[in-house]
């Protein structure tokens, strides 16, 4: 099955990236259920912009006030932390600091690391019960966090990791997580209204970044990693290029809002100028995905995903995982995932597209991912869905062949952004992995191509409402190039999700 996985998907991948060219309440925690607004942690209106309605956006990040939570959303800093992440702890977690630096498979100095060798499973027991039950102070707890869900993941899937690197399959994990990990990991985890299991904001990701000079922006080459499991180049590469991306998220959050304001204002000139801007944002993300290719290598992705598995959905926790002094039934908690990104939806919410998905459990895992974020980014997302419905954003859109087209050209963005992904996941995973599922633990052939199938309908069916012989001249060559697009890909995808499918038999049906 493995190599006629790698034809396909060398085959369709060239033919997607060279001939088409692509220009609730919150957390499920029993114990957690609370929503904090901004206004309500002693926020003054001054750092914060009303305007918005009714959601509070950062107008400064206040990167040096520490007393409120890490990930607000804002016009500066975006989807970003308010504040660069702690990178060291203080000197009383001294043993866990060590342990973290002494754990990637491969040390700084070039030497092999406690994973290396299946030595951290032994080296834990002498990890102190740290008492974390009295910090307040936010930028430590989002390092706590950080640092004790790499720790567990390292600890649960260890054994995997040395299975894998033999024989090409995972087995089983450790399922039972000892207390002076669990215990303290749960504590913040409540803190900081977060599930006790790595994160793709509050920990794997974007709370795992160092500037080089604190001077200068956030970019790639000015990133540095704080914690690893594997120690490599493409390792750092993976991880820093989603800051990288996530660093333009500032200007996505600031043309949101404008487009908002301006359809409830029924102003067209704002509605198209926010729309472009909009556009030219999305282009820029998409840009710096691109760079991925180079950044991380497509053969290392496996040798270092083992480790941002969860333990829901996946074979190797069939029963979860024990929270050892926290709770005796197991646990289960989606691996870490860019799903729980907060752009994508950002732009599926104002574009009116999250709810033209189908009724369908793929769509329902798209949902569950949403749990799986800092508290202030839900409320944003859930903010700008509701006012978009209110407002209507596409209605408006629509009335207008121009806009229309403007509307067109941000869909077909989010289009480039879930088709390179697809070209990703064929490239980094399915061809060098029969593994059923991904991170997060869905079906890897059926659940990306859900949404990005839902994309390329949209795209026709809004192409459909468009008048064309209102559209300016260069709005005709720019409608062509979209819907000609769109319509190639769609024929594409179906056939590889087919052929997939066949391959990878009923395992896709599991969510
Ligand atoms: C080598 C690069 C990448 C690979 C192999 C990859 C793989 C995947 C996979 C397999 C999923 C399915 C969900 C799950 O984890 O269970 C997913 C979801 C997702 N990832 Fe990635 N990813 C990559 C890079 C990125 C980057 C750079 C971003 C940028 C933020 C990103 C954002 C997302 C989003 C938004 C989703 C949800 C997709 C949707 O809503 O349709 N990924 N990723």
Redesign the pocket.
């Known amino acids: 099955m493995f190599s006629s996985i790698k034809r396909i998907v060398l085959n369709n991948s060239r033919l997607s990236i060279y001939n088409i060219s692509p220009t609730f309440t919150f957390r499920c925690l029993p114990t957690l259920v609370t929503t904090r607004k901004n206004s309500s942690i002693g926020l003054s209106t001054t750092h914060l912009d009303t305007q918005s309605n009714d959601f509070e956006v950062l107008q400064d990040s206040m990167e040096h006030d520490s007393s409120l939570p890490s990930f607000m959303v804002g016009y500066k800093n975006g989807f970003l932390p308010r504040q660069d992440p702690l990178v060291r702890l203080p000197d009383k977690f001294h043993v866990l600091d060590l342990l973290l630096q002494k754990m990637p498979i491969r040390l700084q100095s070039g030497e092999p690391g406690l994973l290396a060798k299946g030595e951290l499973g032994e080296a834990v027991k002498d990890l102190p019960l740290y008492d974390v039950s009295n910090i307040t102070d936010q930028r430590l707890l989002s390092a706590l966090f950080r640092d004790y869900t790499f720790l567990a993941s390292a600890y649960l899937l260890e054994p995997c990791d040395i299975m894998f690197r033999e024989k090409k399959d995972f087995g089983l994990g450790r399922q039972l997580l000892p207390k002076n990990i669990a215990v303290p990991l749960n504590n913040i985890a409540k803190k900081l209204y977060a599930f006790p299991f790595m994160e793709y904001n509050l920990s794997y990701s974007l709370y795992n970044y160092q500037r080089v000079n604190p001077s200068l922006p956030i970019t790639y080459p000015n990133l540095n990693l704080v914690r690893a499991f594997a120690g490599t180049p493409s390792e750092h590469g ?1 991880i820093l ?2 800051v990288a ?2 660093a333009h998220s500032g200007r996505l959050v600031q043309w949101t809002v404008k487009t908002l304001n301006s359809v409830e204002q029924q102003n067209r000139l704002n509605f198209n100028n926010a729309l472009k801007n909009l556009n030219d944002t999305m282009f820029l993300i998409n840009r710096e ?1 691109e760079a ?1 290719w180079k950044r ?1 290598n ?1 053969d290392d ?1 496996i040798k270092f995903r083992t480790f941002i598995m969860g333990s829901k959905n996946q074979p190797m926790f069939p029963n979860g995982v024990i929270y050892e002094g926290v709770s005796d039934a197991p646990l289960f908690y ?2 870490e ?3 729980n ?1 907060s ?3 950002c732009m ?1 919410n104002l574009l009116q597209l999250t709810a033209k998905m189908p009724n369908n459990p793929l769509t329902e895992v ?1 949902k569950d ?1 949403r749990k799986y974020r800092p508290t202030n980014h839900k409320e944003f997302l859930d903010y700008v869905q509701r006012r978009a419905d209110k407002v209507n954003v596409r209605g408006y859109a629509i009335q207008d062949a121009n806009s229309a087209t403007l509307y067109l050209e941000n869909m077909d963005q989010i289009r480039a952004f ?1 088709n390179r ?1 697809w070209n ?2 064929k490239e ?2 399915i061809k060098n992995t029969a593994h059923p ?6 079906p ?1 052939v059926t ?2 191509p859900n ?2 199938n839902t994309v390329l309908k949209q795209m026709t069916q809004v192409g459909q409402t468009i008048d064309y012989s209102q559209l300016t001249s260069e709005n005709k060559i720019k409608f062509d190039e979209i819907l000609n697009r769109a319509s190639t890909q769609e024929r594409i995808l179906k056939r590889e999700v087919e052929y997939l499918k066949d391959l990878f038999g009923e395992s896709q049906n599991k969510v």
């Open positions: 993976f290029a989603h991306m996530v995905m991925m991380s497509p992705y989606r691996g995932s860019g799903a990104d752009m994508i939806p599926d798209l991912f879930r992904h990703f996941t980094y995973v599922f991904a991170t997060g633990g869905t890897i659940w990306l949404q990005l």
